[in-house]
């Protein structure tokens, strides 16, 4: 049986991490999708980051499957994904779930705290 705690610890082992700073110079390319995984009410409290897709974890696996009736084209496989949530758990978690369904350029940003804290822009909902 796993924790959550192994399981955060797996993903993270498994996710490459991109700090605050590297990420700033990722805004607005056409190759790289930011993933806010965090709930709706999350994202309309805080903003996120700009250009970001806000779709909650429970749904990832549904958006970036491309044979999903709910895929979103938005998530392409030769896109670096940059993934990012309130503290980092759940980003590493669709870190890995993504890299497992065939994403190889994934990064975990972590938490959006640390983003904002960092002098990242933010993007009102």
């Not at 955060?8 to 498994?14: D, I, L, S, T, Y």
């Not at 700090?19 to 993933?35: M, N, T, Y």
């Not at 670096?80 to 590493?92: D, F, K, L, N, Q």
Request: aromatic letters at 6%; one cysteine or more.
């Amino acid at each position: 049986m796993k924790t959550v705690q192994a399981m955060v610890a797996e993903a993270n082992a498994a996710v490459p991490a991109i700090s605050p700073d590297e990420a700033k110079g990722l805004i607005g390319r056409s190759d790289v999708v930011f993933l806010d995984v965090r709930e709706p009410g999350e994202v309309a409290a805080s903003g996120k980051v700009p250009g970001a897709l806000a779709i909650p974890r429970g749904l990832v696996e549904f958006r970036a499957d491309p044979a999903s009736p709910l895929h979103d084209a938005a998530f392409d496989r030769a896109k670096r994904i940059v993934t990012y949530c309130a503290s980092g758990g759940r980003a590493a978690l669709v870190g890995k779930t993504l890299k497992d369904m065939g994403y190889a350029n994934v990064r975990n940003l972590g938490g959006f705290k640390a983003w904002v804290d960092a002098g990242g822009q933010v993007e009102k909902a």
